[in-house]
């Protein structure tokens, strides 16, 4: 059975970084691309950025420049690094997998999900 589990929400002044953390068990993602996508109150889930089997990455234009993804396939690990938080970036973060090598920008493209971590940025 696939588990994935996000780690290191919280809350942050604006500017401030968090890491999120995504622990994947269950089969081997080395092969999958891994995503982080976000959901605001009242929003739509969308995407925030994504890591290849390769480790080539892709992101939001919203996010670009400050947000880093990695992965460690050693440990079926996937990282958010989040840096000059916003209060825009308020949302909860969810982690997910792609069967497939490629990064894909559309939830459905994903089969597995965590199950959230909240992310609260303060003005």
């Known amino acids: 059975q696939v588990h994935m589990v996000e780690s290191g929400g919280g809350l942050v002044q604006e500017g401030g970084s968090l890491r999120l953390s995504c622990a994947a068990s269950?089969?081997?993602?080395?092969?999958?691309?891994m995503g982080w996508f976000r959901q605001a109150p009242g929003k739509e889930r969308e995407f925030v950025g994504g890591?290849?089997?390769?480790?080539?990455?892709a992101y939001a234009d919203s996010v670009r420049g400050r947000f880093t993804i990695s992965r460690d396939n050693f440990k079926n690990m996937v990282y958010l690094q989040m840096n000059n938080l916003k209060p825009e970036d308020t949302a909860v973060y969810y982690c997910?997998?792609?069967?497939?090598?490629?990064?894909?920008?559309?939830?459905?493209?994903?089969?597995?999900w965590g199950q959230g971590t909240q992310v609260t940025v303060s003005s």
């Open positions: 997910a997998a792609r069967i497939g090598l490629a990064v894909a920008r559309h939830r459905a493209e994903y089969a597995y």
């Open positions: 269950g089969r081997t993602f080395s092969s999958d691309a």
């Open positions: 890591v290849g089997h390769t480790g080539a990455t």
